[in-house]
């Protein structure tokens, strides 16, 4: 017995394509892409293009060798941060970064102070001309 077919498609020479017509559908031609250049369009897509240097590399990873660091705030500080932000125009996000950056810059310095003092710091157990060490 013969299994009947539900589909006349195939059939039917009504919806047989047309000649020149793509055989893959309303889709536009892959195999023939039209070939008028489009100059805004490529400089466009140019402009969106991510660019190789120092702050991306071609492994998919942004900034270099930067990581990222999850903080946690209780609700007061969350909401103080996000109330200092928008008087600023920025984000929580980019605030919180630029104060970190900024307290990383000045404990840098103040360690640096610490260490050209240490330097030039008279030695705590002088020894006297005159004197002779044990």
């Known amino acids: 017995m013969p299994i009947p077919l539900f589909s006349t498609k195939a059939k039917n020479p009504?919806?047989?394509p047309k000649p020149g017509a793509p055989a893959a559908g309303r889709?536009?031609?892959i195999a023939n892409p039209p070939t008028a250049d489009d100059d805004e369009l490529e400089s466009?897509?140019?402009a969106l293009a991510p660019?190789?240097?120092p702050e991306t590399?071609?492994?998919g990873r942004r900034f270099g060798e930067a990581q990222v660091l999850q903080?946690?705030?209780n609700l007061v500080a969350l909401n103080?941060?996000?109330q200092i932000a928008a008087e600023r125009g920025t984000s929580p996000q980019a605030l919180a970064q630029e104060w970190v950056l900024q307290r990383l810059s000045w404990e840098s310095h103040a360690a640096s102070q610490?260490?050209?003092q240490n330097r030039y710091a008279p030695d705590p157990s002088p020894t006297h001309p005159g004197m002779q060490q044990n």
């Open 14 to 16: 009504k919806n047989a």
């Open 27 to 29: 889709h536009r031609d």
């Open 80 to 82: 103080e941060l996000k």
């Open 71 to 73: 903080l946690r705030f």
């Open 51 to 53: 660019e190789t240097g």
């Open 114 to 116: 610490r260490r050209q």
């Open 44 to 46: 466009y897509l140019a």
């Open 57 to 59: 590399t071609q492994s």
